[in-house]
Each structure stands twice: as C-alpha cells, then as structure tokens.
C-alpha cells in the first residue's frame, strides 16, 4: 500500500509543480483513503510535502527567472504566520466538517482552472504598491485555510496573482515561492499533535522529489498552460466528488470503534514481542 500511495503522489507532485502548486489537495485524501488518520497523519503529513514540492520546484523556475521575489514577500510573510493558526484549529474541527471544507475549496479551486483555462494571458501588471496591499490579506486568509485544511493555500493564491496581471508561468512560480512558507509553517504547526511514519515519509518524500523537478522542467520548457489546467480541473473534481462522498457517508461511531480495535490489536503485537 505504501509503495502504491507514493506512485499516485509522484504523478500528483508533478502535475501540480506545473502550476506552482504543492499538491495537498492530493496527498491528504490519499492518504486518508489509504487508512491513516485525516488529523494527525494525512494533514500534517500533506502539509509537509506541500512544502517539499513548491521548494524543489523553485529551482527551475528560479533558474527561468519566472519569481517575483519582492512581488510575493508580503504574501509569503502573512502566510508563514497566520499557516499555523490555521493549523492549531484544525483538531477541533470535527473531521466530516474538515472533508467538506476541504471539498468546497478544492471545487472552487477547480472551477477557477477551468475558467482562467479560457482567458488570454494578462498584459499588464499592477503597481508593486497594490500588489503588496492585496497579498496582505491573500496572504493571510490562505495561510489560516491552508494550515487548517493541510494544503498550502496556492488554489486561492495562483487566481489572485493572475488578476493581478501575473502571466500563467509567473504567476505558478510565485504561488511556490509563497505557498512554501504557509506549508513548512503550517507544519510545523501541526508537529505537536502529528504523529510521524517514517516508512511512509520516506517513500513519499522521495515520490515528490522526483515528481517536483520532472513537473518543474516539463512546465518551463514544454508544457501548454491551458490544457495543464484543465486536465488539473478535472483531476481536483474526481477529488472532490470523492470527499463529499465520504463526508456523508462518515460514521463517526464505526470510526471510533476501528481505532478501539486498531488500539487493542497494536497492543496485543507489542505484547507478543515483549
């Protein structure tokens, strides 16, 4: 299982580092869906590879000249501190409300792609004044959202930044630059509550690595912004159909009943080795 959840995130970590995004939208449910636990495992694990994957992917997009460094600082800066305020919420949210919040924003984040799918590239930038006014408080509300959900907030950043008049390809290695802080930050403000696998990260750490740069380089030299982004649409809707599914069918009772029997089998094995 473990082997076949770091495939799915390297084909995710290399889709998303096309579009400057970390990919937590992904990695979350997936993990989720392979049996480990939404808030200490799959949140702050995704989190952890959000960062990891808008990180790596910087050096080709650095080596491009494609960052607006002084353009996202203010964004970035407000992102890295309200992430894990975000996070520190996260765990008193009941966990059906995180998967339809989760949902909502990743149909939002779908819905925009294939909107800005049809649009011409931008010709015009605002001023470096208004820029840094509204990445204040972009910068702010994606940080808390992102740290709480485990996603980087680069779904709310990336549209913000087009209709500042970013072009695609900028405008993805500048949500990277930012969405690296709200991720490490909010990590790290989900550290206390997490628990660490460290098979799991190992494997899946290695998934993004690879798929980071393979997306970073196909973007910057081949790849067609406009069907990146639907194909990426479609991706996050299968995603959230999923999510809500599994919102409304959650059954809290069962859940705890499996952690009660997961808890006693795990103890009867230390027994036995003991």
């Known amino acids: 299982m473990t082997i076949?959840?770091?495939?799915?995130?390297?084909?995710?970590s290399f889709i998303f580092a096309m579009l400057g995004l970390g990919g937590g939208m992904v990695y979350v449910p997936v993990l989720n869906w392979a049996g480990y636990d939404?808030?200490?495992?799959?949140?702050?694990?995704?989190?952890?590879?959000?960062?990891?994957?808008?990180?790596?992917?910087?050096?080709?997009y650095a080596r491009k000249g494609l960052v607006d460094w002084k353009g996202g600082a203010v964004m970035a800066?407000?992102?890295?501190?309200?992430?894990?305020?975000?996070?520190?919420t996260s765990d008193k949210v009941p966990v059906?409300?995180?998967?339809?919040?989760f949902a909502a924003m990743v149909i939002i984040a779908a819905v925009r792609m294939i909107w800005s799918s049809k649009k011409s590239e931008p010709d015009k930038m605002m001023s470096i004044g208004k820029r840094s006014l509204i990445g204040f408080f972009t910068g702010s509300f994606a940080g808390f959202i992102g740290g709480m959900l485990g996603l980087g907030g680069g779904f709310i950043i990336a549209p913000i930044l087009m209709a500042m008049g970013y072009k695609t390809k900028q405008a993805a290695a500048t949500t990277a630059f930012v969405v690296t802080f709200s991720s490490f930050s909010g990590y790290l403000g989900h550290m206390a509550q997490g628990q660490m696998n460290w098979n799991l990260t190992i494997v899946v750490v290695i998934a993004v690595i690879i798929?980071?740069?393979?997306?970073?380089?196909?973007?910057?030299?081949?790849?067609?912004?406009?069907?990146?982004?639907?194909?990426?649409a479609f991706v996050l809707l299968i995603?959230?159909?999923?999510?809500?599914?599994?919102?409304?069918?959650?059954n809290p009772e069962k859940s705890i009943d499996e952690k009660a029997f997961l808890k006693v089998n795990n103890d009867t094995e230390i027994i036995k080795t003991t």
């Open 4 to 12: 076949f959840v770091g495939i799915i995130i390297l084909i995710a």
């Open 38 to 60: 939404m808030v200490n495992v799959a949140i702050p694990l995704g989190l952890l590879l959000n960062g990891l994957n808008t990180l790596l992917v910087l050096i080709p």
């Open 77 to 88: 800066l407000t992102a890295l501190i309200a992430a894990p305020l975000g996070a520190m």
């Open 96 to 101: 059906q409300t995180l998967k339809l919040l």
């Open 211 to 232: 798929g980071s740069q393979l997306g970073g380089m196909y973007m910057t030299q081949k790849a067609k912004s406009k069907q990146v982004k639907i194909v990426y």
């Open 239 to 250: 995603i959230a159909i999923k999510l809500i599914y599994a919102a409304l069918t959650y």
